[in-house]
């Protein structure tokens, strides 16, 4: 995803320089608007109960092992063209001289790890928070560590175009869809059907919200998760990206 950067204006002077009561006064810029998709500084790691992900800033092969196999290929954009990223499941290890870490892959099948060098990934960040949803509850539920903070009844795939199942993690976050079918806020995820989903990208399974919210609960998609439009914003103040996701 594609963020946006408030760019700071810095003045130079020099001792040449008119004398500041000679120099008029010069006008400053407005704020820039506040980013859908903000990288948080990095964490420490090694806490408890926390998971680490990193963005991807070069074209780079996943492998099967360090070294091993090619099973993907990663690219620093998403097809939404936003800043793609990966969650970090292993320890880095090293292989012919440089380090490689375990990362979990948005391709088919779903639930696919790769092993990519250090070096192809950005610094690691943090985040403490779960989503959970249950297709046979048709619920949302966004844990906090242990602590439940969110819950909602959501509709999700029909029996030709089922929800996959599995251990994914939030990838993108949108807003301003000109369509209102995806409501005002739009999660992207690396969780893949296999066939063809409602999400503008194709393929990918998105978490968003609805302007027809009297069909909820249901399973009424084509492998999309969707939520009433007051609960899709009140995830998206709760959820960053980067934060794993469970599909039962």
Request: glycine share 12%; proline share 10%; hydrophobic share 35%.
């Amino acid at each position: 995803m594609a963020a946006l950067v408030a760019l700071g204006l810095t003045s130079c002077s020099s001792s040449s320089s008119p004398s500041s009561s000679d120099e008029p006064a010069r006008p400053t810029l407005p704020a820039g608007p506040k980013a859908a998709f903000q990288i948080p500084a990095p964490q420490p790691l090694g806490r408890t109960g926390t998971t680490r992900w990193a963005s991807v800033d070069r074209r780079v092969g996943a492998r099967a092992t360090p070294g091993g196999e090619l099973v993907a290929g990663l690219s620093p954009r998403t097809p939404e063209q936003t800043t793609n990223l990966v969650v970090v499941l292993g320890r880095a290890r090293e292989f012919g001289g440089e380090l490689w870490v375990r990362v979990r892959l948005p391709v088919l099948p779903n639930n696919s790890t790769g092993w990519v060098p250090r070096r192809a990934l950005g610094g690691y960040h943090v985040v403490d928070t779960h989503l959970v949803i249950d297709r046979h509850r048709l619920t949302a539920v966004l844990f906090k560590g242990k602590r439940r903070v969110f819950s909602t009844r959501v509709g999700i795939g029909r029996a030709q175009s089922p929800t996959p199942p599995g251990r994914f993690y939030i990838r993108v976050k949108l807003t301003s869809y000109r369509s209102p079918f995806y409501g005002p806020l739009a999660f992207g995820t690396s969780a893949r059907s296999a066939v063809l989903t409602d999400w503008p990208a194709g393929g990918f399974v998105g978490i968003h919200g609805t302007n027809e919210p009297g069909l909820l609960p249901g399973r009424v998609s084509h492998g999309c998760v969707r939520m009433e439009n007051g609960a899709i914003l009140r995830l998206g103040r709760l959820m960053p990206v980067g934060t794993p996701l469970t599909i039962e």
